[in-house]
Nanobody
Framework: VQLVESGGGSVQAGGSLTLSCKYF????????LAWFRQAPGKEREGVVG???????IYAESVKGRISASRVSAGTTLILQMNNLKPEESGMYYC?????????????????WGQGTQVTVS
């Protein structure tokens, strides 16, 4: 499985960014997908995940400001982030798994993208 993220960049506080993650796989399995972020010196934390591959579950800190959706037959995960805060700067990673018990736990994911940098100033 290969995950390719795009859409990171720099934005001022209160601004918006849209991230995209597409996975490539030789199987037709619909993987569980999630977005994580990691600030320098901090642990990786979950932003949004999909338990049933259709309904997103958001971290409390981003509810109301971030929306996620799966498109292209579920192979692409779009993350729309609004009203961004400086403390949300960091590397944003897309992750995939066959199944998860806790979507926000990084060690449940077997596949990771290379990450895309988000800087909020």
């Amino acid at each position: 499985v290969q995950l390719v993220e795009s859409g990171g960049g720099s934005v001022q506080a209160g601004g918006s960014l849209t991230l995209s993650c597409k996975y490539f796989s030789e199987t037709y399995f619909t993987y569980h997908l999630a977005w994580f972020r990691q600030a320098p010196g901090k642990e990786r934390e979950g932003v949004v995940g999909f338990y049933d591959r259709t309904s997103p579950i958001y971290a409390e800190s981003v509810k109301g400001r971030i929306s996620a959706s799966r498109v292209s037959a579920g192979t692409t995960l779009i993350l729309q982030m609004n009203n961004l805060k400086p403390e949300e700067s960091g590397m944003y990673y897309c992750a995939a798994a066959w199944s998860v018990d806790d979507w926000a736990r990084p060690n449940e994911y077997s596949y990771w993208g290379q990450g895309t940098q988000v800087t909020v100033s």
